[in-house]
C-alpha cells in the first residue's frame, strides 16, 4: 500500500498574547488559517520504520516532528513503529507557517490509516498536543480558533477564500527569542476570566471578530526591523491585511484577487534583492479534508 498526504502550511490571521503562565507556556488567543503551500508526506507498508526527505537540512533522526509523531503514535496505540514516510519539503523553516508541525500531524493522519485503518481524532488530538502547540490544528485544517498554548482547538466557519502574498525572508527567526523580546507579563490562573475581550469571545465567535492584530510583530520587528519595512511595503502594494505570521520570519498581506498579489510580489521582489515572495490562498475544512486527509487506497477511508 503507498498513498500522499499533503501537509498545508498556516498563517495566524490574529494572535493576542494574554501573558506567560506559570508553566513557562504562554496564552494564546489565535486565529488559524490554513493556505495551499504544502509539503508532501508519502506513505508506504513496511516491516521496519523508515524516514526520509528531499531536503538533506532537514534533520532525519529523533529531533524531527515526523520521527517523533511516529513514536509518541506508536506508543498510544499500542502498535509497533513500522512504515516507509518521505517528505517532499517546499514550506520553509523557522517561517511561522507552522511546516515542521504540520508535517507532524501528517504523519499521524498516515500512520493512523496504515496501522490501524482508520483516523481517530480522539486517539490523535492529545498525541499532537504532546507534540507541539501548532500540531492539533494541522488534523483540522480550514479556519480554527487556537486557545491555551494554541494545542485547544475550535474549528470555525470557513473565513471565506482569500488569496494571499507570501513574503519569505532570506533568514529565520527564532521563536523563543521572539517571545523573549516580547517580555510577556505573568498570568494569574484563569486568564479569561481576568481578561472581559477574552472572555467574550470564550463564549463563541466567528472569523469576524477576532482582532486584525498579531502581538508578536513588535518583538520580532525590534530584532529584525527589516520586517517592518516589508509589512509596510504590503500595505503600499494594496494589501487590505498585512500581518506577521506566528512569530515569523515570514509575512502575509491579504489581496482582492491572486492578479493583485502577484503583482505585488513582483514589485516587492524587485525593492527588496534575497526577499522571495509567493501567491497562495486559503484552504477551507472541505477541501483539507480531501487533500491532507487519508483517502480511498489507505486504510485510513473517512
Known amino acids: 500500500m503507498r498513498f500522499q498526504l499533503e501537509a498545508f502550511a498556516k498563517v495566524n490571521l490574529s494572535l493576542r498574547v494574554l501573558g506567560k503562565r506559570r508553566d513557562g507556556f504562554h496564552e494564546l488567543d489565535t486565529l488559524f488559517q490554513s493556505v495551499d503551500l504544502s509539503d508532501t508526506l508519502t506513505f ?4 521496519t520504520f523508515e524516514f526520509g526527505c528531499d531536503d538533506p537540512e532537514v534533520p532525519s533522526g529523533e529531533e524531527n516532528l515526523v520521527v517523533r509523531a511516529a513514536r509518541a503514535l ?22 511561522g507557517m507552522g511546516g ?3 508535517d507532524g500531524a501528517s504523519a499521524l493522519l498516515g500512520l493512523s490509516a496504515l496501522w490501524l485503518g482508520r483516523v481517530d ?7 499532537a498536543a504532546s507534540l507541539g502547540s501548532d500540531v492539533p490544528f494541522f488534523l483540522f485544517g480550514g479556519t480554527a480558533r ?11 466557519e470557513d473565513a471565506g477564500p482569500a488569496h494571499l502574498l507570501l513574503i519569505f525572508p532570506p533568514w529565520p527567526i527564532p521563536t523563543a527569542e521572539v517571545f523573549r523580546t516580547l517580555g510577556a507579563p505573568a498570568l494569574p490562573d484563569s486568564p479569561e476570566l481576568t481578561d472581559p475581550e477574552c472572555a467574550r469571545n470564550l463564549r463563541g465567535s466567528g472569523p469576524d471578530s477576532f482582532p486584525d492584530r ?27 491585511q498585512a500581518r506577521l505570521s506566528g512569530s515569523g520570519s515570514t509575512l502575509f ?6 492578479l493583485s498579489a502577484a503583482a505585488a510580489g513582483r514589485e516587492i521582489e524587485r525593492g527588496h534583492p534575497g526577499v522571495r515572495t509567493a501567491c497562495a490562498r486559503s484552504v477551507g475544512r472541505g477541501e483539507f479534508s480531501r487533500r491532507a486527509m487519508p483517502v480511498a487506497g489507505s486504510r485510513g477511508i473517512r
Not at 146 to 156: A, S
Not at 216 to 229: K, S, W
Open 44 to 47: 508506504e507498508e513496511s516491516g
Open 74 to 95: 506508536a506508543e498510544a496505540a499500542h502498535q509497533p513503529m513500522r512504515g516507509r514516510i518521505h517528505l517532499a519539503k517546499r514550506i520553509p523553516a523557522g517561517g
Open 100 to 102: 515542521g508541525s504540520s
Open 121 to 127: 481524532l480522539g486517539l490523535l488530538v492529545p498525541v
Open 146 to 156: 487556537g486557545t491555551g498554548r494554541g494545542e485547544r482547538v475550535t474549528p470555525l
Open 214 to 240: 498579531n502581538d508578536l510583530e513588535g518583538a520580532a520587528e525590534r530584532l529584525r526591523g527589516e520586517l517592518a519595512v516589508l509589512r509596510n511595503a504590503l500595505t503600499e502594494a494594496g494589501a487590505t
Open 253 to 258: 498581506g491579504v489581496f482582492p484577487d491572486r
